[in-house]
């Protein structure tokens, strides 16, 4: 079948992407091969967590075996308690140097003590489509379903269907602006971060990372609306992946965690007044309500009520908040607290994150939703506008959403995603 012009150009930019930062060979720590794309060949050569299980979902449009491979080396050191950590450091004597500027908690000095947003699941669909699916479904479901198993056990002691995060990086959405209050940062400098950052994780150390612990110090203690749309997502994504291989129980388990998360989500995080989602901060569960990409995220799930997704779409629609020329910006433009990337240099250099800027990744998870909610118009302007900062100013980390500038890492691989977003817009399977 042949693809339109632009789709096709679009391939072979993401191809020589992959081909540049693919990271192969075998580290002699665990003994074991791999090969995965890293996000940035300059700044993060390593494996991360939900930025892999992006990289597979773009792989498996063109290369199925490096898809697989991809969730393969992500799989490969996990533990027998089913964590994954957030960075596989897999060449990490390569780069000890670079080392020093990360501040990462470690589980084992090639592992590190965080999760990500849990796309796991995603992925794993993604790679079993299609020649030898099966059987790759039959070799990492069980996997896959332990990490699952390890965050409902170990991230959500107050058993509502939604897990908490234990510092903001957990979310991937390191400096975003809903955190600040929270944190006690008033003056958002990368120095103010890091101190606050400090005050919150730092103790952790004390306690030897222990959950109890952590969670009893409620410190930062949040169930992020962002990772939990993505957690219950996923839950319902693997429901499917179980029947397919024949397990009936499993998917109903799945299931039902997919709705008590949902239902958690509709009920607890939801702002009638505002007509947005907000995190939950502390024991106390206070709603963090700035408004950012996050709030508009349960736009994603199937099961969301009409009129929530509807409202949804009118704060995605109005251009006082998300519907920018380069749509959609990570904080609403009206928010006091956004930052103008071209405007903030010094905050930006100083690589404070999401507080502004428009990002492939979370455009992708928007796009779909509207589309799954009927809202195709809406849909597709974000994923045209998205191509079109591609084609413009090449794979960056992150856009300014007025002028679609790029900004942060350069050829950043997540961004690849707009290859998804072209298929969708153009309807090729
Ligand atoms: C930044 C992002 C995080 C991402 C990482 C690697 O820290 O905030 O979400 O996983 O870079 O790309």
New binding site residues.
């Given amino acids: 079948m042949s693809h339109s012009p632009r789709y096709d150009a679009m391939t072979e930019r993401v191809k020589a992407l992959y081909d540049r930062n693919r990271q192969k060979g075998t580290a002699p720590w665990c003994g074991h091969d791999y090969d995965f794309v890293c ?2 060949t300059g ?2 050569p390593f494996q ?4 892999s299980c992006f990289h597979a979902i773009v792989l498996a449009r063109y290369d199925m075996d490096r898809a697989r491979s991809e969730i393969r080396s992500l799989l490969r050191n996990q533990p027998d308690d089913g964590f994954v950590g ?2 596989t450091f897999w060449q990490r004597e390569a780069f000890e140097e670079m080392l020093k500027e990360y501040s990462i908690a470690y589980r084992t000095p090639y592992l590190s003590d965080c999760i ?2 849990p796309l796991l699941a995603e992925a794993l669909f993604a790679i079993t489509r299609g020649d030898g699916g099966r059987s790759v479904l039959d070799e990492l479901l069980p996997k896959v379903r332990r990490y699952y198993d390890w965050l409902d056990r170990m991230r959500d002691p107050d058993r509502d269907g939604l897990i908490a995060i234990l510092q903001p ?1 957990e ?5 975003i602006p809903k955190y600040d209050a929270y944190l006690g940062v008033t003056n958002p400098t990368r120095d103010e971060f890091t101190a606050a950052w400090q005050r919150a994780v730092g103790p952790y150390a004390e306690m030897q990372r222990d959950h109890d612990k952590m969670f009893a110090a409620d410190a930062f203690v949040v169930e992020d609306v962002l990772v939990n749309t993505i957690y219950a997502e996923n839950e319902r994504v693997l429901g499917e992946l179980h029947e397919e291989a024949g397990d009936q129980a499993g998917a109903s388990t799945m299931r039902e965690r997919a709705a008590k998360s949902v239902d958690s989500l509709v009920r607890k995080c939801w702002d009638a007044k505002r007509s947005l989602f907000f995190d939950l901060a502390g024991q106390a569960e206070k709603q963090l309500q700035v408004s950012t990409v996050t709030s508009l995220m349960p736009i994603l799930l199937p099961s969301l009520p009409r009129e929530m997704a509807d409202s949804l779409v009118k704060h995605i629609a109005d251009p006082d908040e998300y519907a920018a020329a380069y749509p959609v910006p990570s904080t609403a433009l009206n928010e006091p607290l956004y930052l103008k990337p071209s405007d903030g240099r010094p905050e930006h250099d100083s690589k404070l ?2 507080r502004g800027p428009s990002w492939i ?1 979370t455009n992708w998870y928007i796009a779909r939703g509207l589309r799954r909610h009927g809202h195709v118009d809406l849909a597709r302007t974000i994923e045209d506008r998205s191509a079109e900062l591609i084609e413009k100013g090449g794979f960056r ?1 992150y856009y300014d959403p007025y002028t679609g500038e790029g900004f942060g ?1 350069h050829a ?3 961004t690849a995603l707009v290859l998804n977003m072209l298929a969708d817009h153009e309807g090729i399977a």
């Fill in positions: 996000p940035s700044t993060y991360w967590f939900w930025d957030h960075v990500q947003p990086d979310s991937g959405l390191d400096h994150l999401w990744n980390e890492a950043f691989s997540w």
